[in-house]
């Protein structure tokens, strides 16, 4: 029944919500929900999904071949989806609608040192605030292995779904013994999130996303019920050697459900499990403005405290009136620099027109478009005592 998973009394304003994103185009960050779809949480949180299982990121640098290496990459991507796509429905009941950041805002955080996997740091920068785009750099120094990325999305509403193209891309970096760096490219899949009818809203994924490094190319394809396999967040992922590599590689067909396990279905490994993401998760350990010092008011955690608080204790006159008092300090922020015609300097991140790792790597899967924007990692974290 419509609506049904909303509260009785929020059932009016949500039918208003549902009207109004019919006609928005963009991104829904600035668009007001009923309170009952809020998160606590904000935006600039979620690039730590891209390592709960920090042994599988870590792994990728012990691999002894460029093809094992590749089926370490597409192992651990694969594992990142279920917490990127489905954790809010778990934790929270519903997707439901982050905070959204604001330009400067920080968040660090790690994954300790187990069993020799060593460290792994994480680093988030919200670089522009309308759009929203959020950049970050996860590192396992010991092992030599990097992911630096940003995120945006474009919003469009189709057949009662919003559909989310996710505009940005990663590349990982892993240090090799010979000195040599391998590079990957990363794309990310379209979403679309369903269920809102009801108002209990979540993600499915569709199309193809892309892993690229100079030896192969793997394409993802996403789909839902009623597809390959007829179930839910299914996936085949098709790893063939690049131009010039096809006598020495071996290629592989790998299907799945992403959120639960996967094998082989084609190539020599056939009938082996791939990944199996039913066990536990690592959650990352948020790192406060102790560490670096400078984070100051601009600590995710720091900074949506009282929000996050009316949000979580039903107090939304409360979350209301703090977001009002954040949203303030940044316009006035923007008038001011607009007044001494400065411009807010990043943290951590350098914006360039272009980028000629995803140019080059892309070219081989033929992935549009041809060319985009990125955000340089500075190297400037954990600061030099
Ligand atoms: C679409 C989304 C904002 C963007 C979120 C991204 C794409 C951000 C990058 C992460 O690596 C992966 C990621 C996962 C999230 O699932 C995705 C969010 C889910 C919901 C949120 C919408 C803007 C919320 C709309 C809610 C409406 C129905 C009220």
């Known amino acids: 029944q419509a609506g049904e998973a909303v509260p009785p009394a929020q ?24 309170p009952f779809i809020l998160s606590p949480v904000s935006l600039t949180e979620f690039p730590a999904y891209w390592c709960e299982h920090p042994e599988l990121f870590s792994a990728i640098a012990d691999q002894g ?16 989806l279920k917490g990127q796509y489905t954790s809010r429905n778990e934790s929270m009941g519903s997707e439901k609608k982050p905070l959204n950041p604001v330009l400067g ?21 919200q670089v522009s605030h309308h759009p929203p785009i959020t950049a970050y750099a996860i590192e396992n120094k010991s092992k030599g292995v990097k992911l630096v990325g940003h995120n945006a999305q474009k919003t469009s509403f189709s057949g009662g779904s919003i559909i989310v193209k996710q505009i940005g891309h990663a590349t990982l970096t892993i240090k090799l013994p010979s000195g ?13 999130i369903d269920g809102l009818w009801y108002g209990a809203p979540y993600i499915e994924l569709s199309e193809t996303s892309w892993i690229i490094c100079k030896e192969y ?16 967040h299914s996936f085949k992922a098709t ?15 790998i299907e799945g459900t992403w959120h639960t396990t996967s094998k082989f279905t084609s190539g020599p490994k056939t009938g082996l499990e791939f990944h199996n993401v039913t066990g536990p998760k690592e959650e990352v350990t948020a790192i406060g403005g102790q560490t670096s010092g400078e984070m100051g008011e ?70 549009t478009p041809v060319t985009e924007d990125m955000y340089v990692f500075k190297e400037n974290w954990p600061p030099v005592a």
């Not at 208003?16 to 007001?32: E, H, R, Y």
């Not at 190319?217 to 839910?232: L, P, Q, R």
């Not at 690049?242 to 020495?248: H, I």
């Open 239 to 253: 790893l063939t050697p690049a131009p010039g590599f096809g006598g020495t590689l071996g290629s592989h067909v």
């Open 217 to 232: 190319v793997c394409a993802i394809e996403y789909k839902g019920k009623g597809y390959f396999s007829g179930k839910t």
């Open 298 to 367: 601009f600590e995710t955690r720091q900074l949506w405290k009282q929000v996050a608080k009316g949000i979580r204790e039903g107090d939304f006159d409360m979350a209301s009136r703090e977001k009002s008092k954040i949203e303030n300090d940044q316009r006035q922020r923007r008038k001011d620099e607009l007044a001494a015609g400065t411009k807010w300097p990043l943290k951590h991140f350098d914006h360039v027109d272009s980028d000629p790792t995803y140019e080059r790597l892309g070219k081989l899967g033929k992935i």
């Open 180 to 192: 040599d760096v391998a590079e990957y490219l990363i794309t990310l899949p379209r979403l679309r």
């Open 105 to 125: 805002e920080l968040f660090y955080g790690n994954w300790p040192d187990v069993n020799g996997r060593g460290e792994t740091e994480l680093l988030v920068e």
């Open 11 to 34: 059932r009016s304003s949500w039918a208003s919500f549902l009207k109004s994103i019919a006609s928005v185009s963009g991104d829904l960050s600035s668009m007001t929900c009923p």
């Open 65 to 80: 071949t460029e093809e094992q290496r590749m089926l370490a990459v597409v192992k651990w991507f694969i594992s990142t």
